[in-house]
């Protein structure tokens, strides 16, 4: 049965509850953003903020975040480049299990976060993904919760990334994320695009995750490609 009452923490914040969660959650399907729903979780759970990957070995996995571009980064490049090493350290990843990852000897977390990062696979049909959560230091984090959040974000995920991509998505893209392919066919970096466009690097990088997932695209040069061959740019 789901909560339906306020509840308050310790410190007298009041907290969502289980049934506004899934409630919310079920409402952000309608957003044209998949990182609607995840802040909502990232809300419910406590945390600070979250990075959706893909599971799947690919090197471009990030598929929406909002940590620091500097720790992202500095993630994917340790996942990148010394891919098995990383990969040993990481928890038993069961389904739905969350688990927890010391990341002191990966990269240096930054103060307002805790060194702690939580774990969270989810399954959604054949594809596989993790959400990597990070908290403030001091957090409580119920595991009932991220339990919860796993089996509600495992259906957001699979309405825009797993059932969008099935149905070949072709929603267009507005004139901003038009003008940011246009320069990544050009070659440019987010950096580059950030300077000549005049917004900042994570908006850059925001547009670009958003271009991918209306294209069903895992990387840059194939939502290039794919805006080739459907005569958008």
Request: glycine content about 6%; overall charge negative; aromatic content about 8%.
């Amino acid at each position: 049965m789901l909560e339906d009452t306020t509840t308050i923490d310790d410190l007298g914040v009041e907290v969502m509850t289980r049934g506004d969660f899934f409630e919310q959650i079920c409402e952000s399907a309608n957003s044209d953003h998949i990182s609607d729903g995840l802040e909502i979780a990232c809300k419910f759970i406590s945390s600070s903020a979250y990075l959706l990957v893909r599971d799947d070995g690919s090197d471009n996995f990030v598929i929406s975040s909002n940590w620091p571009y500097d720790l992202a980064k500095a993630l994917g490049q340790a996942i990148v480049s010394e891919r098995a090493d990383v990969t040993e350290r990481l928890p038993p990843k069961s389904a739905f299990e969350p688990a927890f990852l010391d990341a002191g000897e990966l990269f240096r977390i930054p103060k307002q976060f805790a060194n702690q990062i939580c774990v969270l696979p989810i399954t959604c049909g054949e594809q596989k993904f993790i959400i990597l959560f990070l908290f403030e230091p001091g957090t409580s984090i119920a595991q009932e919760r991220l339990r919860d959040a796993a089996l509600a974000c495992s259906y957001h995920i699979a309405e825009f990334v797993v059932s969008k991509s099935a149905e070949g998505n072709q929603a267009e893209l507005t004139d901003r994320e038009m003008e940011c392919l246009s320069w990544i066919a050009k070659g440019k970096t987010s950096d580059e695009i950030a300077l000549i466009i005049g917004i900042s690097r994570n908006t850059v990088n925001n547009y670009i995750t958003s271009i991918m997932n209306k294209t069903a695209t895992k990387s840059r040069a194939e939502a290039v490609a794919e805006a080739v061959r459907g005569q958008l740019i």
